[in-house]
């Protein structure tokens, strides 16, 4: 699995302010950028800004800030999952229709798991029948598109990603949890690390949905948290309902006639 930061918007913290400023200024986004490009703005004040407001979870500015990736030698099991991501994210991925894959005998992708249960053995045997079919069929005159139909969710693949950071974010929510499954989880990690080698002022926010920066807590089955390496720094949501319980159980009571007469009265309706 390889997994770099191709490129990412210029000036991202600068974006991220004056995206932010905007909402909460009475000045124009015209005269905050001169400001921030005549340096009235410190980067410090900037950076500090922008990290208050990520914790209010105003999440809209973020889509303005985007980042490309290359990510080669994954699983198509691996793309199955992260093509489910659809909003503010753009994929072009390797075609098993228009490439034909020549090589004697193809590349896949073992989990550990096979290895530690002693079948490697069986799953490199079962692969190379595939290969050697996949290249009879070539030869015979089965179009790629055809022949791809043998070809199992081991095949690698490879993508080139835009994707802008609120997305990422959710992404990380996810694919960071302990519950994902470990091969996207280890390419997530592996996009975290890049933006943090180059922002790593927001690249603290790229957390698992219990992190300090996220939720806060576990969201997940309690016996999925007990197996967890970070449950034991992350609270459960049940412990959270416990305090509920304990502290603020009282039931909702229904809005009524009165209360709505105080708001139309209230607001002149």
């Known amino acids: 699995m390889q997994v770099r930061l191709i490129d990412y918007a210029r000036a991202p913290l600068e974006k991220l302010y004056a ?5 909460y200024s009475s000045e124009s986004p015209i005269d905050i950028w001169r400001n921030i490009e005549a340096q009235k703005i410190s980067h410090d004040k900037i950076r ?37 991501h659809r909003i503010g994210i753009s994929f072009e991925q390797q075609s098993q229709r228009y490439v034909k894959f020549k090589q004697e005998r193809l590349a896949f992708v073992m989990p550990e798991s096979w290895h530690r249960a002693g079948l490697d ?35 690698p693949t490879n993508f080139h990603v835009m994707v802008n950071f609120a997305e ?26 890049e933006i943090k080698r180059v922002l790593p002022e927001i690249a603290v926010f ?15 089955t309690l016996e999925d948290w007990k197996k967890c390496p970070l449950g034991r720094v992350r609270p459960h949501k049940t412990s959270l309902f416990e305090l509920y319980d304990r502290y603020g159980s009282a039931k909702a009571r229904a809005l009524g006639e009165q209360e709505f007469r105080a708001v139309e009265e209230k607001e002149q309706i």
């Open 48 to 84: 500090e800004f922008i990290g208050e407001r990520l914790k209010t979870g105003h999440a809209s500015p973020l889509e303005q800030v985007v980042f490309w990736f290359g990510i080669a030698n994954v699983s198509r099991s691996l793309s199955h999952q992260f093509v489910r």
């Open 168 to 193: 990422m974010l959710h992404i990380c929510d996810l694919r960071l949890c302990m519950r994902a499954q470990w091969e996207i989880r280890r390419m997530v990690a592996l996009m975290r690390a």
């Open 121 to 155: 053995r069986e799953f490199e045997e079962l692969l190379g029948r595939t290969s050697e079919l996949y290249a009879r069929a070539l030869k015979a005159g089965i179009p790629p598109e055809d022949a791809r139909f043998v070809l199992p969710n081991a095949a």
């Open 206 to 220: 790229l957390q698992p949905k219990c992190g300090e920066n996220r939720m806060g807590y576990c969201d997940e």
């Open 19 to 23: 995206a932010f400023r905007t909402c």
